[in-house]
């Protein structure tokens, strides 16, 4: 079963703890990117307390076609994210990408 994992000190949803295989849980942004790796439950929520919101201000890259583009996070939700390609040689500099659900095999944290 997901846990949805609010921050104590003001209750601002940080993102989601999902059990992992190994009965660990693994930690998830808001828009259910793994976060570190599987580990206890209350490590887990650490994690997410400290770095779940911070995450969505980092520097990513989008592979679109079949190059990685450095991008920025311009709205997350649980089932999608929209992505800005912020490569400054691209072609597609400025352009939007909506993606369900993307994993490391489409976005990674740089």
């Not at 520097?59 to 190059?67: A, F, I, Q």
């Not at 490569?87 to 990408?97: I, P």
């Amino acid at each position: 079963m997901i846990e949805t994992v609010y921050r104590g000190e003001d209750g601002e949803h940080v993102g989601y703890v999902a059990p992992s295989p190994d009965d660990r849980w693994q930690a998830l942004t808001v828009f259910g990117y793994p976060l570190g790796g599987p580990a206890a439950f209350d490590d887990s929520v650490a994690l997410l307390e400290a770095e779940g919101l911070a995450v969505l201000a980092d520097r990513w890259s989008v592979k679109y076609g079949d190059d990685w583009f450095a991008c920025r996070l311009v709205e997350t939700s649980p089932d999608e994210v929209v992505v800005q390609i912020d490569d400054f040689g691209s072609d597609d500099f400025g352009k939007h990408l909506k993606l369900e659900r993307p994993g490391p095999e489409v976005l990674k944290r740089v």
